[in-house]
């Protein structure tokens, strides 16, 4: 690893940092390899929880400090350590696709809960087809997470974090508005508030979602979607950093149930309608939880405008794009990773 001391940080792969266990893409695979998967693996545990509606969805736990027997057991969950973060997922995601920014929350001193939101990886689905996301309202996915959240306030003494992506952030966001106080600071990363319609109009894109609903398609392959190529091309991905791209695209390719590509009628449609339910009048004002919003310059995949709007309306937001990334700046080029975790963790530890 090419690492030499800067002043208040680190210079790895001569790019400066504040942090010095960050993993560059110079030696990504390998240190992935020797250094990041055995590390989590001491830590880790998978466990099931309930949803609303009583199925079974899957989470991973990493505690910050090693237990005695090398892995996490269940009954030794309540952790010394004061602090803790849930990951909440975006589309078509999963745990495993989190694991570098896992590795760094632990070394960070927090513990790390990482839910997998239904319809994707080893969680509940409704449709037998692996490679398709569905859901039948928006709204299950916050209810699934309430429980979750509760669970992880159980577990765990000291402050809860939130951190979320794409997604994960309107679910964290429709939490919130519900329970404005109970993070004590949220990340949201490329928040989608509403998804970009590309060159559809927006109301148009709606209403067309609405209608193949209506006509009992909701469970069905949208017809903006293609079914999962078995191998997915770097050009066309949400990252600018390939080796980062390349370590999920392979893990992806050989695990059946983390195939997750497509969307359905239903998920669309509920994409397209969640930002009403997230901008309504009064419910972003609710929110007491400090907020970072993390915006790609070039994102293409959701609108920036609702960012901005929502971002006026929290009562303590922090505003800012990060130049030169696309849609998942964790997996941008170190030049722009390096900072933004460093926002991020920055943004956790300041009072």
């Known amino acids: 690893m090419s690492e030499k001391s800067v002043e208040n940080g680190v210079k790895k792969s001569g790019i400066s940092a504040k942090r010095d266990f960050y993993v560059s893409e110079e030696t990504y695979a390998r240190e992935m390899k020797d250094t990041v998967l055995p590390f989590l693996e001491e830590r ?28 996490c057991a269940d009954e030794r969950a309540k952790s010394a350590v004061k ?15 989190w694991r570098e920014t896992a590795y760094y929350f632990l070394k960070e001193g927090y513990n790390v809960y ?51 992506h794409s997604m994960g952030c309107a679910i964290g966001l429709l939490y919130m508005e519900e329970k404005p106080d109970f993070f004590r600071k949220a990340f949201l990363s490329s ?59 392979q893990f992806k390719r050989t695990h059946e149930d983390y195939q997750n590509y497509s969307s359905s009628y239903g998920w669309v449609y509920n994409s397209l309608i969640v930002g009403g339910k997230i901008l309504k009048k009064g419910a972003a004002e609710k929110v007491k939880t400090p907020v970072f919003i993390a915006a790609a310059e070039n994102d293409t995949l959701v609108l920036r405008k609702p960012q901005v709007a929502l ?38 530890a300041a009072p």
């Open 44 to 71: 880790r545990y998978d466990g099931y929880f309930n949803g609303y509606d009583g199925n079974a969805l899957h989470y991973v736990r990493y505690v910050a400090a090693p237990q005695d027997t090398g892995k």
């Open 83 to 97: 602090k803790t973060v849930i990951i909440s997922h975006g589309f078509t995601e999963s745990a495993e696709k």
């Open 114 to 164: 990482i839910p997998e939101h239904r319809g994707h990886a080893l969680s509940y689905r409704k449709t037998a087809d692996k490679t398709l996301t569905h859901i039948d309202r928006f709204s299950e996915y916050t209810d699934d997470f309430g429980i979750f959240a509760e669970k992880v306030r159980e577990e765990n003494e000291g402050e809860i974090y939130l951190f979320a």
């Open 311 to 348: 971002s006026k309306r929290l009562k303590n937001c922090e505003f800012r794009v990060f130049s030169g990334a696309k849609h998942e700046i964790y997996g941008s080029s170190d030049d722009v990773a390096f900072v933004y975790f460093d926002t991020l963790f920055d943004f956790f």
């Open 191 to 249: 928040p989608m508030i509403v998804p970009n319609p590309g060159k559809v109009p927006l109301w148009l894109a709606r209403f067309l979602m609405k209608c193949a609903v209506a006509l009992g398609k909701a469970e069905k392959r949208a017809f903006i979607s293609s079914a999962y190529p078995g191998d997915e091309k770097f050009e066309d991905s949400a990252r600018t950093s390939r080796t980062r791209f390349e370590d999920y695209n």
